[in-house]
C-alpha cells in the first residue's frame, strides 16, 4: 500500500451506528466530536492510535451539583 492510501485509510473509521466511514481532512484529537455524514449520529473520537469512533455522550444539564 502507498503512503498516500495508508494516511487516508488512517484518517477514517467506521461509525458505530450505521458502519459508514467518517474521514477527516486532518488528524483528529482524542475526544473531538464529528458527525457522520451518513445517518447523522454525532460521534467522539475514542482512540486515534487506532483511530476509533464512539458515540458522543448526550449532553446533560448541571444543576449545580
Partial sequence: MSQIASNVAALSAACPECEAQ???ARPPRRHEVCRCASCGAELEVASVEPLSL????????????
Avoid: H, I, N
Fill in 54 to 65: 464512539e458515540l458522543a455522550p448526550e449532553v446533560e444539564e448541571d444543576w449545580g451539583e
Fill in 22 to 24: 467518517v474521514s477527516f
